[in-house]
C-alpha cells in the first residue's frame, strides 16, 4: 500500500520499505546520532549500506544537536546526498514537538540550498528515541505541508516507513494534516 497525494505542487509519499534502499530518490534522511556514527536502526542501515565513507565525511560535522540537519555524499547508496537529523529524545529533549519540527524543516531547506528534486524521510525519533508514532507523524506531515510553498527544487516527498502499522499511521496523518491545511 502506497498513499499518494499531491499539494502545492509537490507529491508527498507514503510507503513501507527500507529507507537505505531508494534508489529513485536524490536523497534520504538519516535518523541520526549527534555523533553521526553508525548505530542501531536507521543511522545503521543507513551507514552500513553508504560504507565506511559516510562516517568519515561525517566526523567532522559532528557533534550536532537536537533539531539540527548536515548534508553528505551518499557514498555506496544510490542516492546523492544523505542529509542528518537529529531528532529529540522523547520525555529528555525539550520542547521535543518543536525539535522534531525543526528535523524536517531544516532537512528540506538542506535539500532547497542543493537543488534536491525528491527526498525521503524515515519517521525520526520513533525508534530507540521513543517519540510516540502518532504524534511525530502528525508533526512530521504538518511540517511538511508548511513548508510546501517555499519548496522550488523539492517536486517529491516520500516517508519510508518499517512497519505496516506506522505505514498506516502516517497515511492517516497526511489525509489528516491536508484536510486541515484546505
Known amino acids: 500500500m502506497t498513499t499518494r497525494r499531491d499539494y502545492h505542487g ?9 529507507i537505505a534502499d531508494q534508489p529513485d530518490v536524490d536523497a534520504i534522511v538519516n535518523a541520526a546520532n549527534a ?8 543511522a545503521g542501515a543507513i ?5 565506511p565513507g559516510l562516517e ?20 555506496n547508496l544510490p542516492n546523492r546526498h544523505v542529509i542528518h537529523c537529529l531528532g529529540p529524545v522523547f520525555g529528555k529533549d525539550k520542547p521535543s514537538d518543536q525539535l522534531l519540527a525543526a528535523c524536517y524543516r531544516n532537512a ?13 524521510f524515515p519517521s525520526i525519533s520513533t525508534g530507540a528515541f521513543g517519540y510516540p508514532v502518532e504524534a511525530a507523524a502528525r508533526i512530521a506531515l ?21 512497519s505496516t ?10 489525509e489528516k494534516a491536508i484536510g486541515e491545511a484546505r
Open 35 to 42: 555523533q553521526l556514527r553508525i548505530g542501531g536502526g536507521v
Open 47 to 51: 551507514h552500513r549500506a553508504a560504507g
Open 142 to 162: 504538518r511540517t511538511v505541508l508548511e513548508e510546501l510553498p517555499g519548496l522550488t527544487s523539492v517536486k517529491l516527498i516520500r516517508f519510508v516507513l518499517f
Open 10 to 18: 509537490v507529491t508527498i509519499e507514503c510507503l513501507q520499505g527500507n
Open 108 to 120: 528540506l531547506r538542506l535539500a532547497e540550498e542543493h537543488d534536491i528534486g525528491s527526498i525521503a
Open 56 to 75: 568519515e565525511e561525517c566526523r567532522p560535522l559532528a557533534p550536532i544537536r537536537p533539531g539540527e540537519a548536515v548534508i553528505t555524499g551518499a557514498h
Open 165 to 174: 502499522e506506522d505505514l498506516e499511521v502516517h497515511s492517516h496523518a497526511l
